[in-house]
């Protein structure tokens, strides 16, 4: 009985949700720039977690892909991992570009949450921006590997939990 309440809960649709409004690589000052519109809203049972101090990752993982015999293939890759912690004590919300160690503070959680609508990450590849035939590809998913272990298998069963992989592909820009 017990598996089957999990089996069932697994099936039901995520309480949070992510849309992923616009992706692109942007080229500024000699660097490339991912910038991404979205809309988080993770779900009640997350943000609970959030303001006890338990942090909330979000993966983004972009490729530059290349069509081949078997489909695209990957020609390059760069994650970011982006944590969204609150700290008690002092009342502040942090934004960290784990991979990168970039950080902002937030006075409140809306503002931080905010924050994510429109974030501009700079690429440490400098070839990252995809040139026709090819395509850049963009995913984003909650990391449950971060969370601590006692939520771990609530993340993998539980609707409040679960945050479906959103993701993008657009076309590389025309060769010069």
């Known amino acids: 009985m017990p598996l089957l309440t999990l089996a069932l809960q697994g099936c039901a649709p995520a309480e949070s949700s992510l849309s992923l409004d616009q992706a692109r ?3 500024r000052g000699g ?7 979205c809309d ?5 049972a997350m943000l609970d977690a959030l303001d006890h101090g338990i942090p909330l990752t979000l993966e983004l993982d972009l ?3 290349r069509p081949g015999l078997l489909g695209w293939q990957v020609q390059q890759r760069e994650l970011h991992r982006l944590e969204l912690r609150y700290f008690p004590l002092s009342r502040n ?23 994510l609508s429109r974030m501009e990450l700079p690429l440490a590849q400098a070839s990252m921006r995809a040139v ?25 069963v539980d609707p409040a939990w679960r945050q ?8 590389g820009i025309p060769a010069a």
Not at 93 to 115: E, H, I, K, P
Not at 137 to 144: A, E, F, G, K, V
Not at 164 to 171: A, F, G, M, Q
Request: aromatic share 6%.
């Open 63 to 65: 490729t530059r892909e």
């Open 40 to 44: 988080w809203r993770p779900s009640a």
């Open 93 to 115: 919300y942090q934004l960290r570009d784990l991979d990168r160690a970039t950080m902002r503070s937030f006075g409140v959680r809306a503002a931080a949450l905010a924050a």
């Open 132 to 156: 026709a035939p090819e395509r850049q590809r963009l995913r984003i998913l909650l990391d449950s590997t971060a969370l601590p272990g006692a939520l771990r298998l609530p993340a993998l």
């Open 31 to 37: 660097v490339n720039v991912l910038v991404v519109e």
């Open 164 to 171: 479906d992989k959103v993701e993008r592909t657009w076309p």
């Open 25 to 27: 690589v942007d080229q």
